[in-house]
């Protein structure tokens, strides 16, 4: 199983960037994003599951959409109004099941920054 990252970038505040993180060599559970500022934790930004249902981080909602193609095995991640506390180094993670366990996978990071 591999998760490849893409769509990070410089952008000013209030712009926009998507992410994208394409699941290869299964399908997935769920997959989520998460965030890692300088000497901070990782911390979920948003998830959606195989079959759509959706949740955000506080500070995320209204500005970030997540959402899916299935027959890409890919999950996306618009994100709007980017503010420069969002920078962050972006991870996508992804619950793999393998019968009845559900396994863990992380793509390499994407960096974004937000400047004022």
């Known amino acids: 199983v591999q998760l490849q990252a893409f769509g990070g970038g410089l952008v000013q505040a209030g712009g926009s960037l998507r992410l994208s993180c394409t699941v290869s060599?299964?399908?997935?559970?769920?997959v989520g994003w998460y965030r890692q500022a300088p000497g901070g934790h990782r911390d979920l930004v948003a998830s959606i599951t195989r079959g759509g249902s959706t949740n955000y981080a506080d500070s995320v909602k209204g500005r970030f959409t997540i959402s899916r193609d299935v027959a890409k095995n890919t999950v996306y991640v618009q994100m709007n109004d980017l503010k420069p506390e969002d920078t962050a180094i972006y991870y996508c993670?992804?619950?793999?099941?393998?019968?009845?366990?559900?396994?863990?996978?992380w793509g390499q990071g994407t960096l974004v920054t937000v400047s004022s």
């Open positions: 060599g299964s399908i997935f559970t769920s």
């Open positions: 993670n992804a619950r793999i099941p393998d019968g009845l366990v559900q396994y863990n996978y």
